[in-house]
T-cell receptor, first 116, second 111 residues
Framework: EAQVTQNPRYLITVTGKKLTVTCSQN?????MSWYRQDPGLGLRQIYY???????DKGDVPEGYKVSRKEKRNFPLILESPSPNQTSLYFC???????????????FGSGTRLTVV | GEDVEQSLFLSVREGDSSVINCTYT??????LYWYKQEPGAGLQLLTY?????DMKQDQRLTVLLNKKDKHLSLRIADTQTGDSAIYFC???????????FGTGTRLLVSP
């Protein structure tokens, strides 16, 4: 089944403890992206990647890192999480480069992160 | 800057039509999208419209695009309780490099 898989689904952590949220897609998509979803703010892009070893900042990159060493994986790293990073995070991928044209994005199921 | 706006909430009765509205800012958007998010799930692409179209119909869904006013709407005919979800409009900007999402409209369908 074609899908984007995120892990974990739920995570509670303490301020300052480094964590990684994994994202993997099995569709050979070139473009991958991370978003965070907050009430009243919709989805805001954190980072995106046009291809292996090519990443760029989105609208809210502060406090996050990403890497794209393989085409299928695009992990999101929080080196020193803070409570304002409590949010619902989504990984997405698309065919070709960018927004996916008529195919749009394929989203993962989300990771709900709480930082205390 | 880029901004996509939607009303936050819509409540309808089962069998009625629902109309969800969206305004966007980037006149160069090539594609505009509607995504649906059910509770506890990621977003799923519902439909899209290409920027040179005024209307697109897909079964119960009708998308209307007014480029002059930068207004996009999604009409759901014969709304069912299973249509209860959050609906996001999104515009593609910088060619295809980025999707900007609206704040989402929560649709509640009552029996």
């Amino acid at each position: 089944e074609a899908q984007v898989t995120q892990n974990p689904r739920y995570l509670i952590t303490v301020t300052g403890k480094k964590l990684t949220v994994t994202c993997s897609q099995n569709m050979n998509h070139e473009y991958m992206s991370w978003y965070r979803q907050d009430p009243g703010l919709g989805l805001r892009q954190i980072y995106y990647s046009m291809n292996v070893e090519v990443t760029d900042k989105g609208d809210v990159p502060e406090g996050y890192k990403v890497s794209r060493k393989e085409k299928r994986n695009f992990p999101l790293i929080l080196e020193s999480p803070s409570p304002n990073q409590t949010s619902l995070y989504f990984c997405a991928s698309s065919r070709g480069q960018g927004t996916g044209g008529v195919y749009g994005y394929t989203f993962g199921s989300g990771t709900r992160l709480t930082v205390v | 800057g880029e901004d996509v706006e939607q009303s936050l909430f819509l409540s309808v009765r089962e069998g009625d039509s629902s109309v969800i509205n969206c305004t966007y800012t980037d006149s160069s958007s090539t594609y505009l999208y509607w995504y649906k998010q059910e509770p506890g799930a990621g977003l799923q692409l519902l439909t899209y419209i290409f920027s040179n179209m005024d209307m697109k119909q897909d079964q119960r869904l009708t998308v209307l695009l007014n480029k002059k006013d930068k207004h996009l709407s999604l009409r759901i005919a014969d709304t069912q309780t299973g249509d209860s979800a959050i609906y996001f409009c999104a515009e593609s900007i910088m060619g295809f490099q980025k999707l900007v999402f609206g704040t989402g409209t929560r649709l509640l369908v009552s029996p």
